[in-house]
């Protein structure tokens, strides 16, 4: 079985959306990495002059490969990622070997048989 990783970056209002989204969509499961900063076009200052970075969430969906374009498609929807800049981005990476996904591959083949 082939599968592509989901790589989800989005504001922490759009995970509990986009997480939902995409278990209706297809994917399985979901790993979610919580307060990873980050950095836009431009640099935006607190009024002391500091650096502020924009706490984000990364959700890490490992998902089979023919249904990869639409559960990201639909996180794109679900968590408004083109509305306006800076909202999220999100990357379909493909997995060149996966290991413990004995029962999970197991569970796909038999609700969706091929």
């Not at 307060?35 to 970075?53: D, H, Q």
């Not at 984000?56 to 990201?72: E, G, K, M, Q, S």
């Not at 197991?106 to 091929?114: G, V």
């Amino acid at each position: 079985m082939e599968f592509k990783l989901l790589l989800i970056v989005v504001d922490s209002e759009r995970v509990d959306p986009v997480l939902e989204a995409v278990l209706e969509a297809g994917a399985t499961g979901a790993t979610l990495l919580s307060s990873a900063r980050g950095v836009g076009l431009s640099k935006r200052t607190t009024f002391l002059g500091l650096e502020l970075f924009q706490r984000r969430n990364i959700l890490l969906i490992l998902v089979d490969a023919t249904r990869a374009d639409h559960v990201l498609q639909v996180a794109e929807i679900a968590g408004q990622l083109d509305e306006t800049l800076g909202t999220g981005i999100a990357l379909q990476l493909p997995v060149e070997k996966a290991l413990g996904l004995t029962e999970h591959i197991r569970r796909l083949a038999q609700e969706h048989p091929e």
